[in-house]
Every structure is written in C-alpha cells, then in structure tokens.
C-alpha cells in the first residue's frame, strides 16, 4: 500500500506565490497540496472541512494577519505551521515571533530565478513542509527519510587528524526544525563567562541575523550573526549566516570562524557537517559537539569525525525534540557521549566545556 502523502494549505494573498508554492510541493511525491487559501477567512473554510498534515502561512495578509491566525490556530486545533516570509527585515522580526507562537519552521517566499535556485529551493522547501508534517504536536509522527546530496567532503575535506596544541575549549552546536526555540532555551541559562560558542541553525537568509539579534538581547552572553575572522571568545555564541557555510579554524591559540559559499551539503546551506567536521580538525580534544532537534542526519558524520578527534558530543534527547531525526542520526552512527534533555544539555556543556 501507497504511503499515505503529506497534505499540504498554502494560505497566502499573492496569487504568484501560492502557484509558484504549490508547483514547487507537488514536485515531491510524498507531498499533495490539498488546497490554496488568499486569506485566513478561507483558510479557516477549509479547515473546517479537512485538516492539512501541515499550513504554510504568510504573514502579511488583508482581513487577518498570519500572527493572529497562526494564534487562533494553535489555541483551537493545533496543526504544524510553517511561516512563508519575505526576506525583508521586519518581516524577519515577526516571523520570529511566530517561531514563538508555534510554528514550526520559515521558508521564504519563491521567486523566479536560475534553475539552480529553483532546485535547491523545491529541495528545501520540501524537506521543512515534511518535517513539519513530523514535527511533536499533540499528535502522531511520522518518519520521512532523508537522502543527503553532498557530504562536508565539498567544503572541507577529511583529515587525519585534529590541531590540539590549545587547552581553550569550544562549544559547537547544530539544530534544524524546532532549533530557534531550544537555542533560545540553551542560550538564556548559560552565565556571562560561558565558553566560546559557533552555531549552525538551519534558516533561510536574513532571518540568521534577526535571530542572533533576539537571542543577543535575551541572553548574559553576546550573540551576533557571525563574520568571517570573527574571534570565538568566552561568553559569546557566533550563529551562521543563512545560505553560506561556517568552518572553525585556528591560528595559534586564536579560534575564529570563516564563512563560506559552496554547494549545498546534506541538503543544507548553512551544514552543521561542515562546522562540525572543522571542529574535529582544528579543535580536536578540546570541542564539545551538541547536535539538536532537526529532521534529517546533518551533523551525524561531522559528529562522529569529532568523537575520533577526541572530542565530547551531546545529543538532544527524542522526548525534548520537536523532531527526532538529527540527534537519532548521529545516535545510530555512536558519534554520541551522551543524551539528555533540553534543559540538561547547559549543565552539561558547562561541565566538559571547563
């Protein structure tokens, strides 16, 4: 028998977007686009007479924001949402607060482009819409399988083994669907004096440093967007830019962080393989890996490569997920120490990252 398919509400007011949007989900065969809505009032139509796996949902509509629907939604029949948004800044800022109202995930609005574009767009957008349909929300998961497309070989090749002349620990940290919200719960617990944290959250462009901002004005330590030369230094957490990927390096006793272009690694751009596989090279011994919550297995070699290289990696555990896929991943392959809960992992990181 047929798996059943993810069905799928495009609710947005441009005509454009939601062709442009439902062409590109249906491209996937696990994915059927159920219905299309110009507004929340039809979005709520539809509803009533069937419940989608998953909503896409702009922000800006007439009649009703997405805000106010998307809290509507979660208070009367919680369905996974994920926030279609403009790259413009302040449409950063309030997909961020939908992120805190109970969306899952962002994708960003399609547009026309080189075909390249387009396909790695159908390939991200996908992958989100079906973590989504997996996402922990009162109701049951379902496993999508993740087949990567290039490992970190393309953006670092392997060693043979990691620099350790240094006794300066770093934290390195991945997350993917559900990560805005357990970053921001890992952040605001750790002290001042912290050590030097480089994070890979998987998010579209733009968002990256909207994001690092809301943490920065959260949290004891410093949080920015990161740059290339960018120092890693004892309380301060460095996120990578969405689309561009982030390697650690070392020059003397100095950790700093260079950002990269390159093809799309494990699906991903920003890939949580790449920083952790220059983690294994440069800081070897004196790493700590945490991979989070995020469907797919970005981070599982990078992971194992560091646990080679003398490191100690954390992973999340399922019952504090919102999706169980990377952390699991990486569990299967043994690159994994320990596994704890969310609101374990400072304490932990704290305590090897001495």
């Not at 007011?13 to 039809?42: C, H, K, Y």
């Not at 960003?108 to 767009?121: A, I, M, N, V, W």
């Not at 970190?152 to 090749?157: F, G």
């Not at 309380?235 to 830019?241: C, D, K, Q, V, Y």
């Amino acid at each position: 028998m047929a798996a059943k398919k993810i069905r799928v509400l495009v609710v947005d007011d441009s005509a454009v977007v939601r062709q442009a949007l439902s062409n590109l989900l249906s491209s996937d065969p696990a994915i059927e686009v159920m219905g299309t809505a110009s507004d929340p009032f039809v979005a709520a139509d539809r509803i009533a007479e069937e419940i989608p796996d998953v909503i896409t949902l702009d922000i800006e509509m007439p009649r009703m924001d997405g805000l106010t629907f998307l809290k509507m939604i979660m208070t009367q029949h919680p369905v996974a949402v994920v926030i279609c948004s403009s790259l413009a800044d302040e449409g950063a800022q309030s997909t961020l607060r939908a992120l805190e109202y109970g969306a899952v995930d962002i994708i960003t609005k399609p547009r026309l482009g080189t075909r390249q574009y387009l396909e790695d767009s159908r390939t991200s957008i996908c992958d989100i819409v079906k973590a989504a349909a997996g996402a922990r929300l009162g109701r049951r998961c379902v496993e999508h399988l993740v087949q990567p497309k290039l490992t970190a070989d393309v953006i670092l090749p392997q060693a043979t083994r990691a620099m350790d002349e240094t006794t300066e620990k770093v934290i390195v940290v991945g997350a993917s669907t559900g990560g805005t919200e357990a970053l921001k719960s890992l952040l605001e617990t750790l002290p001042p004096d912290a050590p030097g944290i480089v994070i890979v959250q998987h998010m579209p462009e733009l968002f990256t440093r909207a994001f690092a901002n809301r943490l920065d004005g959260l949290c004891a330590i410093t949080v920015k967007e990161a740059e290339t030369n960018d120092t890693v230094l004892r309380g301060r957490a460095l996120i990578a830019p969405g689309n561009h990927h982030m390697l650690l390096r070392r020059s003397g006793a100095r950790y700093f962080v260079e950002i990269k272009d390159g093809p799309l690694v494990c699906r991903h751009r920003p890939s949580v393989d790449v920083l952790f596989r220059s983690a294994a090279r440069y800081a070897g011994p004196n790493a700590v890996g945490v991979i989070l919550t995020g469907m797919g297995d970005d981070g599982a070699r990078g992971m194992l490569e560091m646990k080679h290289a003398g490191a100690f990696n954390i992973a999340q555990d399922e019952a504090s997920s919102v999706v169980f896929g990377m952390p699991k991943e990486a569990i299967k392959l043994d690159g994994v120490h320990k596994v704890l809960p969310l609101v374990h992992i400072p304490v932990a990181i704290l305590k090897h990252g001495a």
